[in-house]
């Protein structure tokens, strides 16, 4: 998909807990959070916020058997974000945090406040990436991906127009099943990167169509 989830029910039509529903660093139920709009100048409401850059799921939301993509979808694993990676580079976008065509800048969408590519791609307007003195997005494949920031387990919300992250589906087979693989893009720098967290925390997600 080329825009992050932002679906409220599983593919079988039941409800997923919303932000209020549950103690975020206990619960091992999926749950969704709408970043605070009142946190981000330039986003009067809810509604705002989603259609700009999508909820943040839980990764428990990410596992339920009910399924959180839509049918015919499926959330990438940690090897079908490793093959896109693979493949950007062979076309010649280093995954390099340096490099100022690495594969993250690739991917990036190009609205960023002060883009120096000019047009459209320039703006203050969300969805956007924050200003950068050196990196910026130029989406040479249409991934467009945007920095919908992050929640952590003790509520917190932060970095949104700055970072970036998505979930795999797949536990980190050495941390007892106590954290998930995903992929991050920042402002300043120019490579997507492969970190893992805990799945309390809230994280954007892009679908994979199923083969």
């Not at 206990?26 to 100048?41: C, D, K, L, R």
Request: glycine share 10%; hydrophobic share 30%.
């Amino acid at each position: 998909m080329a825009e992050n989830l932002r679906v409220t029910r599983y593919k079988n039509n039941d409800e997923i807990f919303t932000d209020s529903d549950v103690d975020w660093a206990n619960t091992v139920s999926g749950t969704y959070a709408i970043y605070p709009h009142a946190e981000v100048s330039g986003i009067d409401n809810d509604n705002e916020m989603v259609e700009a850059y999508g909820k943040l799921y839980n990764w428990h939301a990410v596992d339920d058997s009910r399924g959180l993509c839509p049918a015919g979808w499926r959330v990438p694993s940690d090897d079908d974000w490793e093959q896109l990676i693979k493949t950007v580079e062979d076309l010649g976008f280093p995954n390099e945090a340096s490099d100022l065509n690495g594969t993250g800048n690739a991917l990036k969408s190009c609205r960023q406040d002060d883009s120096p590519i000019g047009g459209d791609c320039a703006t203050n307007d969300h969805p956007r990436w924050d200003a950068h003195d050196t990196h910026h997005g130029f989406d040479e494949f249409g991934f467009s991906a945007l920095p919908g920031g992050l929640r952590d387990r003790n509520v917190a919300f932060r970095s949104l127009g700055q970072y970036g992250a998505w979930w795999s589906a797949t536990e980190r087979s050495d941390s007892t099943n106590e954290s998930v693989w995903l992929r991050s893009f920042s402002n300043n720098h120019g490579k997507l990167g492969r970190l893992s967290y805990y799945k309390e925390r809230g994280y954007s997600v892009r679908c994979i169509r199923k083969p």
